[in-house]
């Protein structure tokens, strides 16, 4: 897969840069153990991981009570530090840091776009995740969820990314594995190349055929070329 005129990448961090599921699985189950809430299936947590943790949790819980989400989600974020704390290179996936090197030494620009939160949230902090990692080689720049006015897939949640570094639409892509990311995409007027991290990219198949020269779907980013 060759990819031409590129001189900046918007990525997309859980489940694009990061294989950041396992460490949620392992996280809930502690999580359930100490509520007692019933350990949701492998499958259902996969068909609803996406969105915000809050939204997140709630789905895979089947939270109804407010006050109940907000006890839970206190218990997720300490329980997380020690599994954030640790050597995170492991969680990174290959094929994407790898990527993400090869266009550094191209020159191009990159920066991270994501709903997961900042504050509060220590070294599952996104910032936190790219300093620690190689990726602080290669990314210079996080957009968390709780840090700008417009969270994704608003186009707006780039910031003035690309009028800093003089970028146009046709030379950015948007690089993630869900329909999210699809449509950040198409809302900055860029190129999307999704990978498929867990199989089928759900609901894709609509914007594909509305805007097949602006979506690309890659089993793996080893063999994404940008020339």
Known sequence: MRLKNVKGIVWDLDGTLLDSFGIFESIIADVVEESGHP?????????????????????????????????????????????????????????????????????????????????????ASPKYIIAATVLADCIHEVHAGDEVEYRKPDGRSTGDWMERYNLTPSQVIVIGDQFVDAQLALNIGA????????????????????????????????DVELV
């Open 39 to 123: 350990m949701p299936t492998r499958e259902y947590m996969l068909d609803n991981y996406h969105g915000s943790l809050e939204e997140t949790v709630q789905q895979i819980l089947g939270i109804k009570s407010a006050e109940e989400l907000d006890v839970l989600i206190s218990s997720f974020l300490q329980k997380q530090e020690h599994h954030y704390a640790g050597d995170l290179e492991p969680h990174l996936f290959k094929d994407a840091s790898m990527l993400a090197q090869r266009a550094a030494k191209q020159g191009v620009h990159q920066l991270v776009v994501t709903n997961r939160d900042h504050v509060g949230r220590g070294p």
């Open 191 to 222: 190129r999307t190349v999704l990978v498929k991290r867990k199989g089928d990219v759900p609901h894709i198949d609509t914007l594909i055929y509305q805007h097949p020269q602006y979506i690309i779907i890659v089993d793996s980013l080893e």
